[in-house]
């Protein structure tokens, strides 16, 4: 099941750890599941298909990289079933757009109100999601003292996981891998 974050204390980013895969694509089926039945929303086959390609990767999928994926599942082959299926995810809570690549990727958080940021790495385009407190920062500070009121925020990073610097720990700016 899963759990809210406090607003104090952000979830670990998840998504560039090891962890138990298979275990994360079913309990992100069944939280969809079981998130679908309360509201009384339909979670087609093809919407069910999709929320599990995009659990399969930890990186963003392009629609058109989820209309191949779809059509190989034996689902329809016009773009309109991977943008509608894609559509309902992300209006759902299950899965977010990745603006600067244009793509989705599965939720980490479902059901759990919050500002996610993503850390894309530009070598394998891995993506792992991390809880933003942009209304708290600096940039909800200059938004209040212009009386402007956030809605939305797109927080995106681009750099190198741990894979790809070479398995070091330190930040990319430390050379190791580059």
Do not use: W
């Amino acid at each position: 099941m899963t759990q809210t974050p406090s607003a104090d204390a952000p979830a670990d980013p998840v998504g560039f750890g090891r962890h138990d895969h298979a275990s994360c694509i079913a309990d992100g089926l069944a939280e969809a599941e079981a998130r679908c039945a309360a509201k009384g929303l339909r979670l087609t086959p093809v919407r069910r298909k999709a929320l599990e390609i995009l659990l399969q990767e930890h990186r963003a999928l392009g629609a058109y990289d989820m209309l191949d994926r779809l059509r190989a599942a034996g689902f329809g082959s016009q773009p309109p079933v991977a943008y509608r299926a894609l559509d309902f995810l992300v209006a759902g809570g299950f899965a977010h757009k990745i603006e600067c690549l244009n793509a989705f990727i599965a939720c980490a958080h479902p059901g759990a109100r919050h500002t996610p940021a993503f850390m894309i790495c530009r070598t394998c385009e891995a993506v792992a999601e991390a809880q933003a407190a942009p209304a708290r920062g600096s940039l909800g500070k200059a938004a209040r003292a212009s009386g402007f009121a956030i809605e939305r925020t797109v927080v995106e990073a681009e750099g190198l996981c741990p894979a790809c610097q070479g398995g070091a720990e330190g930040g990319a700016g430390d050379g190791a891998g580059a």
